[in-house]
């Protein structure tokens, strides 16, 4: 698969505040809770499910080009992306599109150098204190577990990316006049932006990229690393129950052979 190869990282990064914060504006009031998301069917839903690696690189293509901006995976390595079902040199080349910080270079800069597939996908702020400085205050978190911990999962992940408001329908009190409108939010507002538009990236295998296919695709991607090696885990677990169960079949048979010559 080569979806990873050729996208645009467009101008749109700038604005999203990366994919998934919803984060609370500060004094905002947590008394609403977030609306329950729709329930989504994943096809990695199940022990027997599995991730449409198309999709996860798809998504890979979102994150790089707009929730990166704001977001950082530093729990993912590039060598990771191997199990999204790209080879050695595409991980290789994947990396080099990305800058790694060394140490300090300039006065007010760090040194930085093309990536490696040993590095950790890179921060896109120097300091929490510089993420909270260019977000008002509210700092982006750190999606590389966000699909596990976040309540609701996938499901209101999605939901989230989708379901922006232009203001709150019933005027609700208690909600901050400041921040975005959006009911799977904690108290219904986020101080995220809507980070997706139609076209905010150039799918290479020719997907149409519309907002709601990017939000999808980026969940399935913020999964995918969630935990990268799920499908492998399956597959042995698969494995191991078949093995197991032909075991056991087995050793029923050899009981039987053995006690049949006993008198009953």
């Known amino acids: 698969m080569t979806c990873l190869q050729g996208f645009t990282q467009t101008v749109f990064r700038s604005v999203g505040c990366g994919m998934l914060a919803c984060l609370p504006v500060q004094g905002m009031a947590h008394s609403l809770t977030p609306d329950k998301a ?40 590039f060598s990771d992306l191997a199990a999204a079902g790209l080879s050695s040199d595409q991980v290789m080349a994947l990396a080099a599109t990305w800058k790694v910080p060394t140490g300090p270079g300039e006065p007010g800069q760090s040194a930085q150098r093309k990536g490696q597939p040993d590095d950790a996908f890179p921060a896109p ?7 909270r400085a260019a977000n008002n205050g509210a700092v982006p978190p750190d999606l590389s577990r ?12 999605l939901a989230l990316l989708t379901r922006y408001g232009a203001a709150d329908p019933q005027g609700k009190p208690g909600i901050h006049a400041n921040g975005f409108y959006n009911p799977y939010a904690i108290g219904h507002r986020t101080a995220m932006p809507p980070p997706l538009r139609d076209n905010a990236v150039v799918y290479a295998d020719g997907t149409a990229a519309t ?16 935990s990268p090696h799920a499908d492998s885990k399956r597959r042995l677990g698969v494995g191991v129950a078949l093995y197991l169960c032909f075991l056991a079949i087995l050793l029923v048979i050899l009981k039987r052979r053995i006690w049949s010559h006993v008198a009953k």
């Open 125 to 131: 702020y120097a300091s929490p204190d510089a993420a």
């Open 211 to 226: 907002a709601a296919q990017e939000a999808r695709d980026v969940t399935t991607f913020l999964a995918w690393v969630s």
């Open 146 to 157: 966000v699909a596990i911990v976040y309540p609701g999962g996938p499901d209101r992940i």
């Open 38 to 77: 729709p329930a989504q069917h994943w096809s990695f839903d199940g022990p027997l499910g599995h991730y449409d690696l198309a999709a996860v690189q798809r998504g890979y293509a979102v994150f790089a080009g707009v929730c990166a901006a704001c977001h950082s995976l530093g729990a993912v390595h």
